[in-house]
């Protein structure tokens, strides 16, 4: 039964894709094989019967090295790709700070890749106009705010695509890696947006190959090994048997 309690539950998940064998280095070949029936493929296991829920307000935080199916496992939750079993139950908004300035346009402006982005995070085009002066401002990109996205920098992509996913208050947040973003002042900021949100009483899922962040910020840990979970619990248990692990 589930917890009465929990926002998010994460129930018998398991994601499996069909890779082929062998190098195919053209789609002429591919289209050929394929009419032939001649592509051998094997089955690869992302995620396996994967089962969590995490409370309200908590700071979950999930630990693995790559390949582990981390990503993979946020991308489910956050309703980007569905699993091949199980399911997620939600309550309330999410927001996915997985890639950020994931659906930007090269071509389009700062300004113009505000509104596509947040249309695309399900903000409406009145509250990103309410908005539009606090992202900017956060981001720090001012000055370059109607300069088209190909003549910025990678740092500065993701300065913007933060600025955009944090402007409201979800339920349920998710960070992925991205409190690296841009210089060390930026991160600080960063950190302080996200810290605010925890204090606030939004639910967070956090990954990290930082166990030190990870120990600082998380209330419980699941600890992913090549798509399994191989521990689940308090933090300083799982991320001490982690590091004792490698």
Partial sequence: MTNSKSTL?????SM???????KINSYKEYFI???KNDINYKDFRALHDVSFEVNKGEVFGIIGKNGAGKSTLLKIISGIIKPTKGNVERKGTIAPLIELGAGFKEELTGIENIYLNGLLLGYSKK????KE??????SELEEFIYTPLKNYSSGMKARLGFSIATSIKPDILIVDEVLA???YTFREKCE?????????GTTVLFVSHSITQIEKLCNRVLWLERGIVKEHGQTDVVCSRY???Y
């Fill in 127 to 130: 509250f990103l106009k309410e």
């Fill in 192 to 200: 302080k947006r996200v810290n605010e949100m925890i204090q606030s």
């Fill in 16 to 22: 499996h894709y069909r890779i082929a064998t062998e």
């Fill in 181 to 183: 973003v841009g210089d």
């Fill in 9 to 13: 539950t994460v129930k018998n998940v």
């Fill in 33 to 35: 094989k394929r009419l």
């Fill in 243 to 245: 590091k004792n692990f």
């Fill in 133 to 138: 002066e606090e992202i900017i401002r956060f």
